[in-house]
Nanobody, 121 residues
Framework: QVHLVESGGGLVQAGGSLRLSCAAS????????MGWYRQAPEKQRELVAH???????NYADSVKGRFTISRDNAKNTVYLQMNSLKPEDTAVYYC???????????????WGQGTQVTVSS
């Protein structure tokens, strides 16, 4: 089994900052790409930021210059630093990872349970 556990969500005023963390654990051989997605009420889930195993990143246009994705491979953890938050950033944020399992060396996509981020105006 592989688990992704997110933390760091909460309520913040517009212009504030939050840092999300997502730790992977379990039957892990290697973690390939990791990313953060978000889903606002009545909207589709969208990619926020993505980072490859070698640290290449890409961002949604709406968060470029405000959000930074990073990872600590020794801790199997990905982070999302969110600055200059806006009310439109309000959503449930989900961690996503492509993980190769130790038990069979096959790769699967895993999702975290989601963490709520609410930005008040």
């Amino acid at each position: 089994q592989v688990h992704l556990v997110e933390s760091g969500g909460g309520l913040v005023q517009a212009g504030g900052s939050l840092r999300l963390s997502c730790a992977a654990s379990g039957n892990i051989f290697s973690i390939n790409a990791m990313g953060w997605y978000r889903q606002a009420p009545e909207k589709q889930r969208e990619l926020v930021a993505h980072i490859t195993s070698i640290g290449s990143t890409n961002y949604a246009d709406s968060v470029k210059g405000r959000f930074t994705i990073s990872r600590d491979n020794a801790k199997n953890t990905v982070y999302l630093q969110m600055n200059s938050l806006k009310p439109e950033d309000t959503a449930v944020y989900y961690c996503n990872a492509d993980i190769t399992r130790r038990m069979d060396f096959r790769s699967y996509e895993y999702w975290g349970q989601g963490t709520q981020v609410t930005v008040s105006s």
